[in-house]
């Protein structure tokens, strides 16, 4: 198992295979995508090699992510490929569902455990405003397709944004009275591009967390793999609520995942300083090398993210590295 000097052991991999997006969400690439670098992503060898030698230190989760993950027409064999590594138990992707009914059956049959479709408004006017595209009733028809089939875990993701979030609560809670998915607030995180939208538009998850233990929501017991999100569960609600709180106290302890990005760079944190590349390691099928570099790396993974200190490292926006 994968060890950092502080104890942590990491079991879960963030996979990015893609840094394009073709939203512009106005907290993330609001002039939306800008090609800076070239466009040398991952192959399917490298793919595989990488996840095989994560599996082999004990990885068990792999979230394939982007950018926009389902703009690689590769993606089916990208999942499949995670999928049948040994050692892996679950693959989800996280997608912003712009063609999700025609994407959804070819990710379930290649083997997709839990999907993340990101929703930050279920007001049709209000999704535009926010990301740029009229594509709210396509991913909801997607979301139902996937819950008729009931073989996948479905988790739908929303930023929270003071402009935008407090008409929209409300709605997402009679949304999940009867539709059995999990809901996520995230904390808007500040990123090299956007501080003035984050000054303007933060809001603590914690005052929803106050809210929903008043009303009787109760916390759900996480297991190894899970992500940074407490969750929690209500006996009159068939949806649960999760609430991801990076500038909550001791949010970093219980960090159990790595991240690489779409060009095979190492990324230590989502807020690391730089990403470190694997891509020399990758070009052979002997594993051991790649692992000891991954090894060797992790040494210097730090105690905590400095969001705090308002220090982003080399995150301009999230598309980079998919959160």
């Known amino acids: ?52 030698a994560f599996a082999q230190l004990g990885t068990e989760k792999i979230r394939i992510t982007g950018g926009e ?35 959804l059956p070819q990710w379930l049959d290649a083997g997709i455990d839990a999907i993340n479709i990101s929703i930050d408004s279920l007001d049709p006017r209000q999704f535009h405003a926010i990301t740029g595209h009229d594509k709210l009733q396509t991913i909801l028809k997607g979301i139902d397709m996937a819950l008729a089939d009931g073989s996948t875990q479905l988790k739908v993701n929303t ?26 607030f995230i904390e808007l995180m500040q990123t090299g591009d956007n501080q003035e939208f984050f000054d303007a538009q933060h ?22 793999s899970a992500g940074p999100a407490q969750e929690f569960y209500h006996p009159d609600y068939q949806g649960k609520i999760g609430l ?30 730089q990403g470190l590349s694997l891509r020399e390691q ?24 400095f969001l705090h200190e308002k220090l982003t490292g080399a995150t301009k926006h999230l598309a980079m590295l998919g959160g």
Request: charged fraction near 25%; include cysteine; glycine fraction near 6%.
């Open 203 to 224: 809001v603590q998850g914690s005052r929803i967390k106050q809210n929903l233990i008043l009303d009787g929501w109760l916390p759900v017991i996480q297991n190894k």
């Open 69 to 103: 993950p389902a703009l690689r027409k590769d993606l089916p064999e990208i999942i499949n490929i995670c999928k049948s590594t040994a050692g892996i138990k679950k693959v989800a992707l996280t997608s912003n569902g712009f063609k999700l009914p025609e994407h």
């Open 244 to 273: 991801i709180m990076p500038y909550s106290k001791d949010f970093c302890h219980s960090c159990n995942r790595l991240r690489v990005s779409s060009s095979g760079k190492l990324h230590l944190c989502l807020f690391g300083d």
């Open 159 to 184: 930023v929270l944004m003071r402009e935008y979030s407090g008409k929209d609560i409300q709605s997402y809670l009679d949304w999940i009275k009867d539709t059995p998915i999990t809901l996520r």
């Open 1 to 52: 198992m994968l060890t950092d000097n502080f104890g942590r052991r990491f079991s879960y991999l963030r996979l990015s295979i893609t840094d394009v997006c073709n939203f512009r969400c106005n907290y993330c690439l609001p002039d939306g995508y800008e090609c800076d670098q070239p466009r040398d992503f991952l192959s399917l060898a490298e793919i595989t090699r990488l996840s095989k």
């Open 282 to 305: 990758l070009q052979q099928d002997d594993l051991v090398p790649l692992q000891e570099r991954i090894v060797s790396l992790l040494g210097d993974k730090k105690a905590t993210h």
